[in-house]
């Protein structure tokens, strides 16, 4: 009887377990093996599920709240999940009960002028706000603080896209916002948030007047190092009175935020 050969060992291995990328799946004739059909056809529906879960602002609101922060609910003038989708243009600006609303709190005069807005904002992937955003603000707050700059209420949208922090910036007379907003969930990160800064926001902004932190998640970019790289793009945007294609990322690797001792013992995510 002839004796079996082993099967040879899969040279793509030890590489998979390096990069959630799909390298390698092989083929069963024209087609993908089952088990990678079936792995893709699960990243399809988690995708899926990130942009159509329901945002859950009272958890976030609830989660800053008990941070010590401020928050104001509003919605964009998307009526619903589908006209968001349908509608980018609706996202991008505040509903007019919103707006009316802010226009009302904005000229009591009741923490306006603030140096910095935060705006957070489901945008294509509420689960994205759901596990990054508190923590986020979390880190990012007490660095703030330490380097002197003030917080204006951090304001909860549904439905928003970028842009819309320009306008709820404008309108609480801040001078620079950061908006945490669901990114465009991929077939291994449906849980992606974004972070936009934009100095001396105003409606009509392009998107070459802002900074742009990408895939901040447990699977990307950590919460400590992204916060390190916003703390940065902000000292450098009111130092130079700009943001966007002139600002650059040029972070020495030991920039350490304002507020957060050093450790040398200590490697920074």
Known sequence: MRAVKPTAEDPWKALRLH?????????????????????????????????????????????????????????????????????????????????????EYADSGEKTGADVCLVISNGLSARAIHDNAPPFAAALTPRLAAAGLSLAPVVVVD??????????????????????????????????????????????CTDETRNCISNVRPGGLGIAESVRKLCYLVQHAFSLGYSGIRLKDDMPAAWLPPGQPFDSHKTIE
């Open 159 to 204: 439905n928003g896209r970028v842009a819309v922090a320009d306008e709820i910036t404008h309108m609480v007379r801040a001078r620079l916002s950061v908006i945490l907003i669901g990114e465009r969930p991929g077939l291994s990160s449906p849980d992606s948030m974004g972070v936009y800064m934009t100095f001396e926001p105003k409606p009509g």
């Open 19 to 103: 990069t959630q990328a799909r390298i390698a799946l092989g083929r069963c004739g024209v087609s993908l093996p089952v088990a990678a059909w079936l792995e893709f056809r699960l990243a399809h529906a988690r995708a899926r599920d990130a942009v159509l879960t329901g945002f859950d602002k009272e958890f976030v609101r609830g989660e800053l709240e008990k941070q010590g922060l401020d928050v104001l609910t509003l919605k964009s003038a998307a009526l619903d999940r589908e006209e968001f989708l349908a509608r980018p243009d609706k996202g991008r600006r505040l509903s007019g009960a919103s707006a009316a609303a802010l226009r």
